[in-house]
């Protein structure tokens, strides 16, 4: 990963994940140490829907599931990158962007929360590399 950290980067739920996924190789790899960037730049955010993803899944859906307590530690340290609520009008907006951009409506939340959170980049492998979106540019971290 060559880029240079953004002044504001919001973080999908995947990469969150791989980067606690003991069983994810290279990908776990890259994700920690985009977030390891994100923490002393100071530039990470994230939405409270990211957080629950990733309880579900990191407790549920790993080939090694995070304990609970662990996994409960893990959002209460990302929990201070979460800069503000989701609100109504993020929701709404995020039907804007499915009409837009052809999102499902969990993506488009996550670019409608990313935007109102003055994100510049929002790293995410669901959505295609180097698309802009809502102002935002889409990187998949994997493939830089």
């Known amino acids: 990963m060559s880029v ?18 003991r069983n994810a190789g290279d990908k776990q790899t890259k994700a920690a140490q985009l977030l390891t960037r994100l923490w002393e730049n100071r530039s990470g955010i994230l939405s409270t829907q990211v957080l629950q993803e990733f309880l579900v899944n990191a407790t549920r859906k790993l080939p090694t599931p995070i304990a609970l307590p662990k996994a409960r530690d893990i959002v209460r340290t990302y929990g201070l990158w979460v800069t503000r609520e989701t609100q109504v009008s993020d929701v709404l907006r995020a039907t804007e962007l499915m009409e837009i951009a052809g999102f499902n409506f969990w993506d488009s939340l996550i670019l409608a929360c990313a935007e109102a959170a003055g994100a510049e980049v929002l790293y995410s492998e669901d959505m295609q590399h180097g698309q802009q979106v809502a102002g935002l540019t889409i990187r998949n971290p994997f493939i830089e």
């Open 4 to 21: 240079d950290a953004p002044k504001a980067a919001f973080i999908d739920t995947n990469i969150l994940l791989y980067a606690h996924d």
